[in-house]
């Protein structure tokens, strides 16, 4: 059925316009969704919005760079302006520095603590507030496998996905009783514009690959997917969970 998740006439805020974000914004147009897609980049939001165009469906952009509290809560305003209140919320920002805990700058630390952490938190707060008041909404948070797994020369990656996935846990926990659910997205390795030059050094793809019981790597749209049906009232009963897309990377 092609109405199955019954998301057509939605609102949706996703912010992050690279590979997650722009499949899971493409996903979610797909269904119906009217969507307000938010990065820095003014490109990436044109890419994703050129697709949707192709694929018959429309989304709204907004650039911004959204590494203060004040910037993601007139993000929201505008939204609101632009769209109304949005029923879904998607958190698709992120990225990680991959070097040894002793080899780090405080401004490693400090930079991916803001950008991947303190950004779902104001951005969550505000979104949120609407959705507590409107006494519905879904939120997804993308996370990663490092939330769980120790892998070396992750930490302040690692350490932001496992707070992102707590505070998941908490803002689900708080606002449950409001008609809100709140659950996050766990990739594994999956083939992005971000993850492909690491991928490409040294044979990582093929290591990484052999730690993947399902012996190959994921796709964005696969991560999508997750998202889509989270976003979903089918999932309506489904709050403060970490679903992990990863070929089965965190039994191993």
């Known amino acids: 059925?092609?109405?199955?998740?019954?998301?057509?006439?939605?609102?949706?805020?996703?912010?992050?316009?690279?590979?997650?974000?722009?499949?899971?914004?493409?996903?979610?147009?797909?269904?119906?969704?009217?969507v307000v897609l938010v990065d820095v980049d003014e490109g990436n939001l044109e890419s994703v919005a050129?697709?949707?165009?192709?694929?018959?469906?429309?989304?709204?952009?907004?650039?911004?760079?959204?590494?203060s509290a004040a910037s993601c809560r007139a993000v929201v305003a505008e939204t609101v302006r632009l769209a109304g209140p949005p029923e879904i919320f998607v958190h698709a920002i992120g990225r990680n520095v991959r070097r040894p805990v002793l080899d780090l700058g405080d401004g490693d630390w400090e930079e991916l603590v803001q950008l991947n952490l303190s950004t779902a938190y104001?951005?969550?707060?505000?979104?949120?507030?609407?959705?507590?008041?409107?006494?519905?909404?879904?939120?997804?948070?993308?996370?990663?496998?490092?939330?769980?797994?120790?892998?070396?020369?992750?930490a302040p990656y690692a350490a932001t996905k496992g707070g992102l996935n707590q505070l998941c846990r908490v803002m689900a926990r708080e606002w449950a009783p409001h008609g809100v659910t709140v659950n996050a997205v766990a990739p594994g390795y999956i083939e992005t514009d971000?993850?492909?030059?690491?991928?490409?050094?040294?044979?990582?793809?093929?290591?990484?690959?052999?730690?993947?019981?399902?012996?190959?790597?994921?796709?964005?749209?696969e991560v999508a997917d997750a998202v889509t049906f989270l976003a979903s009232d089918r999932a309506g009963f489904i709050t403060g969970h970490v679903l992990y897309v990863d070929g089965g990377r965190v039994l191993v």
């Open 1 to 34: 059925m092609a109405d199955w998740l019954a998301l057509a006439g939605r609102r949706a805020l996703v912010v992050g316009a690279g590979g997650l974000g722009g499949a899971s914004a493409l996903s979610l147009a797909a269904q119906g969704v009217s």
């Open 50 to 67: 050129t697709a949707a165009k192709e694929n018959g469906a429309a989304l709204g952009t907004i650039v911004a760079d959204l590494r």
């Open 122 to 154: 104001w951005l969550g707060q505000a979104v949120g507030r609407l959705m507590v008041q409107a006494r519905y909404g879904r939120m997804v948070f993308v996370s990663s496998v490092s939330g769980l797994l120790a892998h070396p020369d992750h």
């Open 194 to 221: 971000l993850t492909k030059d690491h991928l490409d050094k040294e044979g990582n793809r093929a290591t990484l690959t052999s730690l993947v019981p399902s012996q190959r790597l994921g796709v964005p749209e």
